[in-house]
């Protein structure tokens, strides 16, 4: 049985690459980081919770990775963790470098040094593009395109996206990054935009809110649906030789398009509820993505299948659903925190 570490396995993606895996026979490992309230609710959401073994890891601190990778002698490994919100990127930028930036090197470096025929997947970013996009008019941007990042979270992330190139073309190690465009689902955090307004239109819906605040609504991006980009990540690391991808789904629109299409849904007009406060609105703001994922389509055989509209749907749909469960006294997943049982958590006493 191949063994795989994935890092962050409690995020949206890692969470469905998880359940991916474990269907396709490997023995799953995963990252997680103590939190005063434990957060393992995606993976009890798909029930792989008590299906994958877990591991205690911070990423600033470089003896909890390399236990990681002691424990859990992976042949893959996906590295997924980090402060992903842009956001809050100006909020903490220093720290931002250190997680989402720096933490790729101490990984690498633990891959080098333990089990250097590991093959390393680095979460990238189409987030790096940045100005870019304005740059190329709105064209969909590809892998030979310039990076001009516009946040310290895209700054860290490229910084992360050469450290892999470097490792693979200093090392030979067999590591790639997924240049990812933005992708959603039910299970993506409440504060990223798609989200945000699912849920709160569902909750106008059921007359549990009233409006729905947001800042730029002029922002465009590409967005496609979660669970299809974590199979082109393991599409990734199958192939003969280690290389880069942007995965994508070639289409654009913008916020605003997203709150109508959302609204539109369950029958009421967005501009009646839809209000612009500035709380949300960021210091930079990449105006324009979107990807050509032709190089991926070419030698990786994928392509997204779930588009704009239905991506909508789904999202809104099952927000509807959450929120009409809560009204009959159903509880939310995240509101019924649990442990992993003994024989999932890889302790310290394991490690001593
Ligand atoms: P996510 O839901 O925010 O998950 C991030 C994961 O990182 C969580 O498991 C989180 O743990 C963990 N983490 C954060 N800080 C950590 C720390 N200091 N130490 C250890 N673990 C830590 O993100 P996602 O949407 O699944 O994205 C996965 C990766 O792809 C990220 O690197 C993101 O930047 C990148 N990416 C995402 C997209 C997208 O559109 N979703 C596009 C391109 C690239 P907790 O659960 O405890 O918070
Ligand atoms: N979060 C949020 N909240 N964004 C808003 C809001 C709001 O109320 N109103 C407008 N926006 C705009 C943001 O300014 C941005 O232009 C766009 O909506 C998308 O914001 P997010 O959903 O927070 O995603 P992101 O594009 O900044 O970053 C996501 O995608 C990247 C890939 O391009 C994250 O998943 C990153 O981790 C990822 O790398």
Redesign the pocket.
Known sequence: MKRVLI?????????YLAKFLFNKGYEVYG???R?STP?FWRLEYLGIFEKVNLIS????DAGSIVEALKLSEPEEVY???????VEASFESPVATGD??GL?TTRILEAIRQLCPDARFYN?????MFGWTGVLKGGKPLNEDDVFRPMSP?AAA?LYGYWITRIYREGYGIFAVN???????SP???LE?VTRKIANEVAKIKLGLSKELRLGNLDAKRDWGY?PE?VESMWLMLQQAKPEDYVIATGEAHSVREFAEKAFEIIGLDWEEYVKVDRRFMRPLDVPSLVGDYSKAERSLGWRPKVKFDELIEIMVGEEVKRWEGWLKGERFPWDAPNYPSENRILTRALRM
């Open positions: 890092t962050g396995i409690t995020g949206q993606d890692g969470s990252t997680y980081r939190l957060n890891v911070e990423l600033g590295h997924l963790a980090a402060q992903s919100f997680i989402t933490a979460a990238a970013t189409s987030e979270y992330k997924g240049i990812l465009f933005n992708h959603e299970l993506r955090g990223f979660a980009y």
